[in-house]
T-cell receptor, first 113, second 115 residues
Framework: DQQVKQNSPSLSVQEGRISILNCDYTNSMFDYFLWYKKYPAEGPTFLISISSIKDKNEDGRFTVFLNKSAKHLSLHIVPSQPGDSAVYFCAASALNYGQNFVFGPGTRLSVLP | DTEVTQTPKHLVMGMTNKKSLKCEQHMGHRAMYWYKQKAKKPPELMFVYSYEKLSINESVPSRFSPECPNSSLLNLHLHALQPEDSALYLC??????????????FGPGTRLTVL
């Protein structure tokens, strides 16, 4: 049973518009969440994180929103650029996981010029 | 140096072969990880080393044998693998700061094919 879900396997967005990637989790013990970006033939690259004590974290064009009651988080990319085209993984962790991360299945984002 | 390097990039091996995957980082990280990733699936944790000691083994078959010779190096020894073990093997490292979560830095992976 997947504890971290990304229900959209793919997403296409026009350059300059907003990209919204969604992630849901089932384990209420998760208290730290990350987004990773992965290009083909490369390892995942850390993008942004959020702790459960916050509901928003912003870094440049990237903002992550956390809704604990809904067990839902989302990554907003504004404005989207063609270089953002990649697979985005949501990951979650809890203290009883030894701070190790459980990854979602990923969403492939395509930003069209 | 903020890189995690992995060698080889690609490996093809038969079911009777013995091979090793190598991972190296020079960021002073004291935690190192092996993940396995199948196509269109998320990375799955295999092993975690903390301060050169194996701290987590996620019920991985014994045909995979990890080794951490020192704080910068992590090996994965492979023996008698099955075709279903074909996957991308990712190495990662992180700090081990107490009381905070530490993001993991990933290498580019080794694409393994077992014939």
């Amino acid at each position: 049973d997947q504890q971290v879900k990304q229900n959209s396997p793919s997403l296409s967005v026009q350059e300059g518009r907003i990209s919204i990637l969604n992630c849901d989790y089932t384990n209420s013990m998760f208290d730290y969440f990350l987004w990773y970006k992965k290009y083909p033939a490369e390892g995942p690259t850390f993008l942004i994180s959020i702790s459960s004590i916050k509901d928003k974290n912003e870094d440049g064009r990237f903002t992550v929103f956390l809704n604990k009651s809904a067990k839902h988080l989302s990554l907003h990319i504004v404005p989207s650029q063609p270089g953002d085209s990649a697979v985005y993984f949501c990951a979650a962790s809890a203290l009883n996981y030894g701070q190790n991360f459980v990854f979602g299945p990923g969403t492939r984002l395509s930003v069209l010029p | 140096d903020t890189e995690v390097t992995q060698t080889p990039k690609h490996l093809v091996m038969g079911m009777t072969n013995k091979k090793s995957l190598k991972c190296e980082q020079h960021m002073g990280h004291r935690a190192m990880y092996w993940y396995k990733q199948k196509a269109k699936k998320p990375p799955e944790l295999m092993f975690v080393y903390s301060y050169e000691k194996l701290s987590i083994n996620e019920s991985v078959p014994s045909r995979f044998s990890p080794e951490c010779p020192n704080s910068s190096l992590l090996n994965l020894h492979l023996h008698a693998l099955q075709p279903e073990d074909s996957a991308l093997y990712l190495c990662a490292s992180s700090q081990q700061l107490a009381g905070v979560y530490n993001e993991q830095f990933f290498g580019p992976g080794t694409r393994l094919t077992v014939l």
